[in-house]
Each structure stands twice: as C-alpha cells, then as structure tokens.
C-alpha cells in the first residue's frame, strides 16, 4: 500500500507539463534525437504489460525530455467503474529524462531507447505536432487499452508525421487480443483468469499490425524491423535502464482450475445425496443462483462498456442477473420453470464457447451448473409422475 501510495504521489509529481518545453521552437534540428522509449513490465496490474514514452533529447540547449501519455490519477471520480466502463480520461506529461528514469530505478524496471533515423524536416513535423498536443485542450484523451493507449499515441505522434513511408516487418495473421496479452500474463494466474473473464468475443478476432502494436514490446520489435525511406527506421538502441530481477511473491495457493475442480467435486456430492433422495437442498440452490446472478451483474454491466472487447461476452449466458429474479421462489419451494430456463442459457453458452475463448474453469463450473439444472427437471418429473399415479 505504502509503496502504491508513493508511486501515485511521484506519478502526480513527475507528470507537470513543461510549458517551457512546449513553447520553445527547435532552433536547430541537427542537434536533435527523437527516440522511441520502451519499459519493461512492472508488478501493478496496469504496468504488467509495459510502457512506451517518447524522448525528446536536444544536444545543443540541453533539453531532455520524456513525453509520457500513460498519465492517470486514482482521484478521479469512480475510477474503478469509469476504467471499466471505458470512460477513463489519460493525457500527456512530460518529465525530464532525469526523472523519468529516477521512477523506472525505483520500480526496478527497465528502459530501452531506440534512437530514430530521421531528417531535419521529419524533426520539425514531429517537434509541432508534440506542441499542438501540450496544448491544455489536446492533452487529455479518452484511453483504451487496445486501440487508444499510451503506446499507440506515442507511435502515432511519431509514425503519423512521416508521410506513410514506414514499412513494418509481415503481420502476425494468427495473433488476437487474448493470445497476445497471455503472452505477457501468463505468470499472473488470477491476473489471467480475472482479464479472460472480462474479454469477450472481440477479444478473440484476428489483428491487424496496428493492432498488435498496442503493447510496448510488440511496437518496439516492429520498429527494430521497421524501414523508413528504404534506411532502418532505428538509428541506434541503447539500455538506458536494466530491469532488476524480478522476486517471486507468494502467490495464493490456489489456481482458478484447482477452485473450478473443487466446486465440481461438492456438486458431484450433492447431486449424488439429491438423487437418492430424491430431492433438493435449498441452501445449495439459493447459494449457487446468488453467487451465479451476483456476478451476472458485472457481466450485464459490461455491455455498456465503451470497450469493444468486453461488450459482447458469452459467459454472461452461464452467469447471468436472472436467477436473482427466481431466487425467493427457489426457497419457497415454488414450482418453477427457472431451471429450463438457466439450463438453455447454459447451453447457449457452451455454443459461443466455439466463436470465443473462455476459461477452462469457467467450463467446468458452467458443465456442472448445467448437470445440476438437468438434475432438478429429472427429479421434479419423477416426483410428478409419482404423485399422478398414485392419484
């Protein structure tokens, strides 16, 4: 928390726009080097991915500055819901290099620089275009993390002003969303698993090059690649920063699949105790339609989302806000059609599971949620039958 706390407090610090910087013209463009800035991966859940910033470096006057458009504050309103819901404002700060690097060394993260082989003129487009976006007006933007990011705007502000003559290496046709971010989150079960359930079917398309440079590492090997004007894009790469070695925290002893299995075994025991029987435990109905229609909201939630990869999510026909409706009737011990009801959502379910990647575990839970519906329509005709022919 301490440690969450400083960084929010450096990041605010750090983060004042130089109006010094921005109202300056560039008096000479030969001293000049633009770089590309990419960082390595930090331990907060919004840093697992990296980060790209764009250096400024002016050899003649002295000026060195780190143009950064992954600026956020928690102090916004509703922070949480507005980054879920897609409605959360960035902007550009820019920093002294010193400073931008004092922040990466506290985090222990790394820093690598690729100076741009570019003309006086290209220098002069992209130095005008970096001012017109310091501008109060221009500096926030709404963030997305896929198509708007801190690094597709730092790309944009450089490739955008080099007249469509940047040539990438060939596109990686079987690369989505989902398989690309697991490249890089695989070493986060949970972080996984929570950011699976929240992607959606749109997650799953195939991208564009453009698309697959919204994460740092990708943008930072395109442009290794990348030919300008028939000459490498990338002048020279330097290390500014070596990132430390990262220190394996306790993670918590149980994996999304071990809670799944879990969950399969007690309902294997309770179907079993329901069958003989013959009948059913409320307690366990009502506990899997509150767990199962309390989630069913944040999932109903995100539809309204203004992120085009969580909107549309088929998991919202395993856990859905439903069951919630048919819960008093449950324990009541009403009759119901629910159960057909939530088993037909179920399988709907397993149907998009063929257009979108959802989690084993989810799968799991969702078999034996289906298994348990199934269950109750056997055990309620068996119960009607056997009253009708003793009438």
Not at 20 to 40: E, K
């Amino acid at each position: 928390m301490k440690k969450g706390l400083l960084y929010i407090v450096l990041t605010l610090l750090l983060s004042v726009v130089n109006v010094t910087a921005g109202a300056q013209s560039m008096s000479n463009a030969d001293s000049v080097q633009i770089s590309l800035l990419t960082c390595s991966p930090g331990k907060e859940v919004w840093a697992q991915y990296g980060h790209t910033a764009i250096r400024y470096y002016d050899k003649q006057n002295g000026e060195d500055f780190a143009l950064n458009y992954g600026i956020f504050s928690f102090e916004q309103s509703y922070f949480i819901l507005r980054f879920v819901l897609g409605m959360t404002d960035y902007r550009l700060g820019v920093q002294s290099m010193d400073m931008f690097l004092a922040q990466y060394s506290y985090e222990g993260r790394g820093v690598t620089e690729q100076v741009l082989n570019l003309s006086s003129d290209d220098k002069q487009l992209i130095h005008k275009a970096l001012q017109e976006n310091l501008k109060p007006e221009n500096v926030i933007y709404r963030y997305n993390f896929f198509y708007d990011n801190c690094t597709s705007r730092a790309r944009d502000m450089i490739v955008n002003h080099l007249h469509g003559k940047v040539v990438y290496p060939a596109v990686d046709k079987d690369a989505t969303f989902r398989s690309m971010i697991h490249e890089w989150n695989n070493k986060y079960e949970w972080s996984q698993f929570g950011e699976d359930l929240l992607l959606g079917v749109n997650a799953d398309h195939k991208t564009t090059k453009p698309e697959q440079q919204f994460l740092p590492e990708n943008l930072r090997n395109d442009f290794d690649k990348a030919t300008y004007n028939g000459k490498p894009l990338v002048k020279e790469t330097n290390e500014l920063l070596a990132a430390e070695k990262e220190v394996e925290e306790p993670a918590f002893p149980l994996s999304p699949l071990s809670i799944a299995l879990i969950f399969a075994a007690i309902s294997i025991i309770m179907m079993t105790f329901s069958y003989r029987k013959q009948q059913f435990y409320r307690a366990w109905d009502a506990a899997l339609m509150l767990t199962s229609g309390l989630m069913g909201i944040i999932f109903f939630i995100m539809i309204f989302s203004q992120h085009p990869c969580v909107s549309l999510n088929f998991i919202l026909f395993f856990f859905n806000p439903l069951p919630l409706f048919f819960l008093y009737s449950t324990v009541k011990k009403k009759k119901s059609t629910w159960w057909k009801i939530w088993g037909i959502l179920i399988v709907l379910g397993f149907t998009g599971s063929l257009f979108q990647d959802i989690p084993v575990p989810v799968l799991i839970v969702a078999l034996f949620l289906l298994l348990h519906c199934i269950l109750h329509l056997r055990i309620n005709k068996s119960v009607t039958t056997a009253g009708g022919s003793k009438r």
